[in-house]
């Protein structure tokens, strides 16, 4: 089946410190969604991204569809304490709309 | 509105017990669906339903069974519960298909098998 690469695994960085990720894909994806899980809480949608170069922002996040369609890129600025948890990328797979895969996450750390 | 609520937050079993892990939504969406999350491995979905009366298969299905007799309740089985499904259960709800509509998850269900 499809498969998400999400990268880096794990982040450790300075509270203000701007943060990227990224998720890359074999296959094309027509919807890419980020979640972040908040630690003993199930995932929430931060952005939901439909088109091929689109870039739209929720607050310090920024996400971009990329022109391949394969891959995808989460950036947040100006981190605070409060940006830790797990990041997933997502996207519908299987031919269908509803059923999602999901990439491992990328678990991110924020030192005050 | 409570959202996606599942029951129990946590549950230790032994090997071969059974047990449903209950999960009901108040947003009256059509579609449901079952996660599990293995530490590193994001989330893989068992089971979903479209709709009351309508369950299909997931990536990872099998050892768990499935029912949707209402549109609030999905529950998921474990007839004979082994070490491998040691895991953190996620329920989730959509209003219908297509990434635009969210999927809206609980706060998950603990298990672990001794």
């Known amino acids: 089946g499809q498969q998400l690469n999400q990268s880096p695994q794990s982040m450790f960085i300075q509270e203000g410190e701007d943060v990227s990720m990224n998720c890359t894909s074999s296959?094309?994806?027509?919807?890419w969604l980020w979640y972040k899980q908040d630690p003993g809480e199930g995932p929430v949608l931060l952005i939901a991204?439909?088109?091929?170069?689109e870039l739209t922002s929720n607050g310090r996040l920024t996400a971009q569809f990329g022109i391949t369609r394969k891959d995808s890129f989460l950036n947040i600025s100006a981190s605070i304490p409060s940006d830790v948890g797990i990041y997933f990328c997502?996207?519908?797979?299987?031919?269908?709309?509803?059923?999602?895969?999901f990439g491992k996450g990328t678990l991110l750390t924020v030192n005050p | 509105n409570a959202g996606v609520t599942q029951t129990p937050k946590f549950r230790i079993l032994k090997i071969g017990q059974s047990m449903t892990l209950q999960c009901t939504q108040d947003?009256?969406?059509?579609?449901m669906y079952w996660y599990r999350q293995d530490p590193g491995m994001g989330l893989k979905l068992i089971y979903y339903?479209?709709?009351?009366?309508?369950?299909d298969k997931g990536e990872v299905p099998n050892g768990y069974n499935v029912s949707r007799s209402t549109t609030e309740d999905f529950p998921l089985r474990l007839e004979l519960a082994a070490p491998s499904q040691t895991s953190v259960y996620f329920c989730?709800?959509?209003?219908?298909?297509?990434?635009?509509?969210?999927?809206?998850f609980g706060d998950g269900t603990r298990l672990s098998i001794l």
């Open positions: 989730a709800s959509s209003y219908s298909s297509g990434g635009n509509q969210p999927q809206h």
């Open positions: 296959s094309i994806f027509n919807t």
């Open positions: 991204l439909y088109k091929a170069g």
């Open positions: 997502a996207g519908p797979s299987g031919g269908s709309n509803y059923k999602l895969t």
């Open positions: 947003m009256n969406h059509n579609y």
């Open positions: 339903s479209v709709g009351a009366g309508i369950t």
